[in-house]
Each structure stands twice: as C-alpha cells, then as structure tokens.
C-alpha cells in the first residue's frame, strides 16, 4: 500500500472511531473491540438517524470545552470511544420537529439523597459548562440519578454530561425508562456500558465514552416514558459520581407538531350548522 492510501486508510478508520455517537441501543449492537476495524460500513450506517420526513436535528446546545487537545487514546482497561472533536464534530442528530429538552427544571431524584457536593436540581438547571460548582457529586460505587418528566412523553435522546474538566471515563453507566418512579413497572433500558455486570443490571454491550463537552448522547428511538434513570459507577479518576446535566430530548404534547395538535374529542367545537326552519 503507498503512503497515500495508508494514511488515507488510516483517516477513515480514525474518522470511524470518532464519529459513530452512542446510538446502539442496549443489548448490543455495538461490536466488540476486535471487531471494529472488521465492521466500519455498519458503524457508520449506525451513527446516522434515518432521514425521515419531519426530522430535523436537534437543538443541541454543547457546553465549552474544559481542554482544547482533542484526545487520541481512552484510559487504559476501558472500552470507550473518543470524542468527535476538533473539526469533525458530532453529525446532528435528528428527530421530530419540535423534540426540545423536556428534562429542563424537571424534578430530581437519586439513590444518594444527599449529595457530596452541589444538590441534585442541578442536574437538570442548564448549567452543563465544566465548572467547579457545576456538578452534583454522588457517593462511591453504584448511583444513579432520575428525572420525572411529569408524564410519559416520546424520547429521542438524552445526553448526560457527568463531569467533564478532565479526560475521565464513567464506569457502568446505565440509561433506563420506566413508568413508575421504582423502576418496577415497564423498564426499558437505552443503554448499558456494564460489560461484566459489576452494577447488577446485566451486561451491556454498549460502549462507553471518555467525557468531553460533546457528553454523551444516547438514541432512544421515540420510547415513551415517564421516567429516565441514569446509572453510573465511578469513574477512572475516583469511586464518586458527578453529574453535571442530563438533557432529555422528546415531544411535549404541548409541541406545535402535527401529531400533536389534534384536539381531544373533549374540547371538539360544534359545527356550524343551521337547520330550516319547520314547516308548520
Ligand atoms: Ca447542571
């Protein structure tokens, strides 16, 4: 192979790499490490939405980002993907005109109720900037954090940003929907990067992702849910667990879309209708 080719060979396996966000659903259709150079035609087919009528991206709004470097390799023993970064950004990813952030100001809740550091409204307050008083800190080893989206809505993505200062990657991170507030009734899970099951809710498939500003972007293929949970344990830096926003894209029902607008049959006006007079 020339060099030409070589380093061409070698842009689009980079490209490849970086490129695909987090859009395989749990249980499994990430590859394998070993696999990746094998299948880069179906990655990359993965990390782009369907181009559907009435899709349009998201209004995605990223963070700064804490470093300028574009990070080349992930912390030895995780399995993670890098970045986009630097020029080759994040393609947009696309849902149904009007998907917003219904997770903005929504109520909070968590395995640890008091937190380390920062309290757990924060989690959804918009402040996703990678600040000293930006993060809620939760205990060590299995946390999570939920957000009620105060009634089931369609979902198409969330995005969490845990915390994003430094090049860390989140352990067991673990992206659930369910009906009720204990994840009893209807849980369905987004995604799941516990390869070993050491959090306890089977094994995941899905890869990780070293935190940046991009954060990490989850597809959620328009289930309808009330409730989202998000798991996590520790990270490569320490056992805690930072949250700095999650970011929840679905349609409110108040959303000026077409499915949307119709009127229930309870507010139905009457037609104008005038009838003859009788005859006598
Ligand atoms: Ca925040």
């Excluded at 990490?216 to 949250?243: C, E, F, I, M, P």
Aim: net charge positive; hydrophobic share 35%.
């Amino acid at each position: 192979m020339s060099d030409t080719l070589t380093r061409l060979a070698m842009g689009i396996a980079l490209t490849v790499a970086a490129a695909a966000p987090a859009q395989a659903g749990a249980g499994g259709a990430q590859p394998k490490p070993e696999a990746r150079s094998a299948a880069p035609k179906a990655r990359n087919a993965r990390a782009t939405p369907p181009n559907k009528p009435g899709f349009v991206p998201i209004p995605l709004k990223l963070p700064k980002p804490r470093l300028v470097d574009t990070p080349k390799k992930v912390p030895p023993g995780t399995r993670a993907k890098l970045p986009t970064g630097g020029p080759q950004r994040r393609k947009p990813f696309l849902a149904p005109k009007g998907a917003r952030n219904v997770a903005k100001g929504k109520p909070v809740t968590a395995s640890d109720p008091e937190p380390v550091i920062g309290a757990l409204d924060m989690v959804t307050d918009g402040n996703k900037e990678a600040t000293e008083d930006a993060y809620v800190e939760l205990g060590p080893a299995v946390q999570w954090v939920q957000i009620d989206l105060g009634k089931p809505l369609p979902v198409y993505a969330v995005v969490v940003w845990h915390e994003h200062k430094d090049r860390r990657v989140y352990h067991d991170v673990v992206i659930q929907v369910a009906d009720d507030k204990d994840f009893i009734t209807n849980v369905r899970a987004l995604f799941n990067s516990d390869h070993d099951n050491s959090a306890g809710l089977g094994i995941g498939k899905d890869w990780g992702c070293l935190e940046t500003e991009e954060g990490l972007l989850v597809d959620a293929k328009g289930v309808r849910a009330r409730y989202v949970r998000l798991y996590s344990n520790g990270s490569t830096a320490d056992d805690l667990n930072r949250y700095t926003e999650v970011e929840v894209f679905g349609l409110d029902d108040k959303a000026p879309t077409g499915a949307a607008r119709a009127k229930p049959s309870s507010e139905k006006t009457p037609l104008p209708l005038k009838l003859p007079r009788p005859r006598p």
